[in-house]
């Protein structure tokens, strides 16, 4: 099994960018504190994706997911049950890697951007520092393929501020389906270091290291 993603998880990573609406749940509504905060992501994300050139968008991406995601809580949660595992000498390389390998994903779907653009309409507490923001796009045209994606991110709370940890389209999250993806890896190549290892490697293979 090598490491691929789906377009449903295509969808998923637009929601650094785009968002929409989720059902109302029993959960309370969040604070304002998180939607601001999704405002003025999404106005830097928009800077970015109009760039003059593909490098100057490429490397906005980088900045963005380098200051509002935390790539290595995301990191470790993809391992599963192998994170506790993981040696220091190998957690040296994974994270470095995936970090590589989030941004990269992210970097490749702006090159599919077409002017959507899109307005913050509301959260949902799931606990005290878990919340997720919702969006919908309000220009989406005829034919678009985001019109009736539901779009969401979710928000971890840290002592200095949110960060973005997973992203989501019509319930299919991102960092749920990495997690399938590499604990299948990791099993089906010997479990524990061994299967971590392998992990590694395609990972590596993967960004070009």
């Known amino acids: 099994m090598s490491i691929t993603y789906s377009k449903q998880i295509m969808l998923a990573i637009m929601v650094f960018f785009l968002t929409i609406v989720t059902p109302k749940t029993h959960y309370a509504y969040a604070d304002e504190a998180a939607e601001t905060f999704m405002r003025e992501v999404l106005l830097l994300s928009n800077k970015a994706m109009t760039a003059d050139t593909i490098e100057a968008k490429l490397a906005g991406v980088e900045e963005l ?3 509002y995601a935390d790539i290595r ?3 470790r949660f993809v391992l599963g049950q192998y994170a506790r595992r993981m040696t220091k000498e190998q957690a040296a390389q994974y994270y470095p ?3 590589t390998y989030a941004t990269t994903i992210y970097q490749e779907v702006l090159l599919q951007y077409s002017g959507e653009q899109l307005e913050v309409t509301g959260s949902i507490d799931r606990s005290a520092r878990d919340i997720i923001v919702n969006s919908k796009i ?3 045209g005829a034919g678009s393929p985001f019109a009736d994606t539901n779009f969401q991110w979710r928000l971890y709370k840290t002592p200095k501020g949110f960060k973005v940890v997973d992203a989501g389209a019509n319930n299919i999250w991102l960092a749920i389906e990495q997690r399938s993806q590499f604990t299948s890896i990791i099993s089906n ?3 524990g270091t061994q299967g971590i290892d392998s992990l590694i ?3 590596a293979a993967r960004v070009g290291k």
Request: glycine share 16%.
């Open 73 to 75: 809580r995301t990191g």
């Open 97 to 99: 890697l995936f970090r």
């Open 138 to 140: 309000s220009n989406a």
């Open 189 to 191: 190549n010997g479990g």
């Open 201 to 203: 490697s395609q990972l």
């Open 65 to 67: 997911v380098d200051e």
